[in-house]
Structures are given as C-alpha cells and as structure tokens.
T-cell receptor, first 115, second 115 residues
C-alpha cells in the first residue's frame, strides 16, 4: 500500500465545475508536490510546497489552485478546466532539505477527465 | 527541450537474463540521478539512485551506472524476473534556487520480462 493517499481515484468533471483533489501523507515529510502526467509522457512538475509554503509554481494556469492546509495534507482546487487538462494527477512527498529532495514517495494518482 | 531522454520506449527480455535500461541527459547541473518503477494504476516508486560524484551504485539485483563524460546512465537488472515488468522512469535532480530542487523525468521505458 502506498503511504501517500490520493482521493478520488477517478474524477469526471465538466468545464464549468469546481472540484478538488486531495492528498494525505503521514510520513512526517515537509515537502509535497503535484505532478501532472499525460499518456506516454513523463510526470511534469506543477507545484512544490516546502514547510507548508508554496516554493515552486511551474507557471501553472490559475485554473489550478494548490493549497497546503497542514504538513500532512495537500489539495489541488480545480475550476474552469479544459479538456486538455485531462490527465493523471500525482501527489508526492519527500523529506525537505537537500538530502531528501529526490526520494519522492508518490500516491497512486487521480485520473481526471474533463468533458 | 527534453533534458532527460529515454530513447527506448520498450524493452523485452527473458526471465533470468539481464535487463539494461538506458538514459541520456543534457543538463550538466544535475547532481542526483534516480530510477523509478511504475506499475499500471499505481504511482511511481523509487528504485535506486546515484550521486553525480559516483559511477556505480548497487542494490541487490539492481545496479545503476553513471558515465558523466557521456552524460549517460543505465540501470541493470540481473537476473530479470517477471515481476520486474513495469515502466521505468529515469529522473535527474537539479538545484532551482533557495532551498528548492526539481526532478526532471524521462518518458519512461516499458520493460517486459517474459517467463
């Protein structure tokens, strides 16, 4: 079982909907990430939170809004998405600091379909 | 521009033989390289890593080799087992300012180990 839990596993939403993806970890990690993966493509970094503060935003459109309410939780709020935003959204966590910033622990992802 | 390249989309080997997965990179600022394994419907799981100051790291059946002058790394799996069948992602870490590091992933290689 993965130690990073993502909900829901699947999500279908219309372009006018507002939805949220949730991610939770209890490994004491202080860095959390959102990645987006399209079919036959590598995971692409979207956001990084370090000690609950947004530290990296890879020029992601504002229709994606991340939130880190505490050190265990990471949310991704979705609004007015486009069909091309359909993808697998992966959450990951790691220890913060130089030694930890590569051993990412991934969740199983949320498969998002925008209709 | 792809900084991490896995030029073989797929590889098929017989059980018990060696599997060699290759990865090339272009950014000389990468300081850590790692391999992740991904089964369908699961998130990537960390497999093995190597620092840029080393040329080999071994963990059980898995060995990663790094050739810095050629900007090339490879993952050797000996002996290969059917359970190793998965997509293998090569990833590389680079410092991105402040206390932030970023992982860049290759497109992945689908390994199939035939019984």
């Amino acid at each position: 079982d993965t130690e990073v839990t993502q909900t829901p596993k699947h999500l279908v939403m219309g372009m006018t909907n507002k939805k949220s993806l949730k991610c939770e970890q209890h490994m004491g990690h202080r860095a959390m990430y959102w990645y987006k993966q399209k079919a036959k493509k590598p995971p692409e970094l979207m956001f990084v939170y370090s000690y609950e503060k947004l530290s990296i935003n890879e020029s992601v459109p504002s229709r994606f809004s991340p939130e880190c309410p505490n050190s265990s939780l990471l949310n991704l709020h979705l609004h007015a998405l486009q069909p091309e935003d359909s993808a697998l959204y992966l959450c990951a966590s790691s220890q913060a600091g130089r030694r930890g910033w590569y051993t990412l622990h991934f969740g199983n992802g949320t498969r998002l379909t925008v209709t | 521009d792809q900084q991490v390249k896995q030029n073989s989309p797929s590889l098929s080997v017989q059980e018990g033989r060696i599997s060699i997965l290759n990865c090339d990179y272009t950014n000389s600022m990468f300081d850590y390289f790692l391999w992740y394994k991904k089964y369908p419907a699961e998130g990537p799981t960390f497999l093995i890593s190597i620092s840029s100051i080393k040329d080999k790291n071994e963990d059980g059946r898995f060995t990663v080799f790094l050739n810095k002058s050629a900007k090339h790394l490879s993952l050797h799996i000996v002996p290969s087992q059917p359970g190793d069948s998965a997509v293998y992602f090569c990833a590389a870490r680079a410092y991105s300012g402040g206390s932030n590091y970023k992982l860049t992933f290759g497109k992945g290689t689908l390994l199939t180990v035939n019984p």
